[in-house]
């Protein structure tokens, strides 16, 4: 089926994902391939099983085609939610070296190394996709780690019901940022000063260096 005829009316119109032959360097792209069209078509692809076949429809060349027929017939059941074919298809092609190295920068990388919240964002999903992790509770914890403490707290206050996928936690995270660079026109100076290692330095005077220490 071409993306015109599994889109149906209302779509939005992307490039297909070209043939998933199963190589380790084209794993990411090919999720991200995927990851956009069902964004971008979301009535479209509004069950698991919608999307479990679109992934396994252009695994058609190399490793991937008989790997997909051999999952085929388990994967078209709701048996495989869609988070565990995600988590099955990189274990199945993703190296586990390429994993922890994913996984060491994601628990690295701090909002304050950015300066937007977006692009923090877009850098810490790059990160979880190519760890090949997707519990929910894991990668939430990581995310919190790398905010700066302010949103941080505020997440923290927010009725777990209603902040119970990833999604909603990054959309409550940017509601939140929004808010703080509203109320804060030099945002980037206070968010550099969020930093628990600049905060450390003391408050800068005026003229930009440390106030004296009295001993």
């Known amino acids: 089926a071409t993306n015109d005829d599994m889109s149906g009316n209302g779509k939005t119109d992307l490039n297909k994902p ?18 956009l069209q069902f964004a971008s078509n979301s009535t479209q692809f509004n069950t698991d099983i ?37 988590a099955e298809f990189s274990d199945k092609f993703l190296p586990a070296n390429l994993k922890t190295t994913a996984l060491v920068e994601m628990k690295s990388v701090k ?21 090949g992790i997707t519990d929910v509770n894991i990668l939430r914890m990581d995310f919190l780690a790398a905010l700066r403490p302010t949103l941080k707290e505020n997440l923290m206050g927010v009725d777990p019901s209603n902040v119970d996928t990833l ?25 550099r000063s969020s930093n628990p290692r600049w905060r450390q330095r003391g408050r800068m005077t005026t003229g930009g260096r440390p106030p004296n220490r009295v001993n």
């Not at 085609?65 to 078209?76: I, K, L, N, S, T």
């Not at 936690?169 to 804060?184: G, P, S, V």
């Open 167 to 191: 999604e909603k936690l990054y959309d409550k995270a940017r509601e939140f940022e929004c808010m703080y660079q509203t109320d804060h026109p030099r945002g980037q100076q206070q968010q």
């Open 50 to 86: 919608k999307k479990k076949a679109y992934l396994l429809s252009f695994c058609t060349e190399g490793i991937a085609a008989p790997w997909a027929e051999d999952v085929f017939a388990r994967w078209m059941t709701d048996v495989i939610d869609w988070d565990h074919a995600k």
């Open 111 to 131: 909002q304050w190394q950015y300066k937007t919240f977006e692009e923090f964002l877009v850098k810490f999903k790059g990160f979880q996709t190519r760890t």
């Open 18 to 35: 070209k043939p998933f032959d199963g190589s380790p360097e084209n794993v990411n792209t090919y999720k991200v391939h995927c990851a």
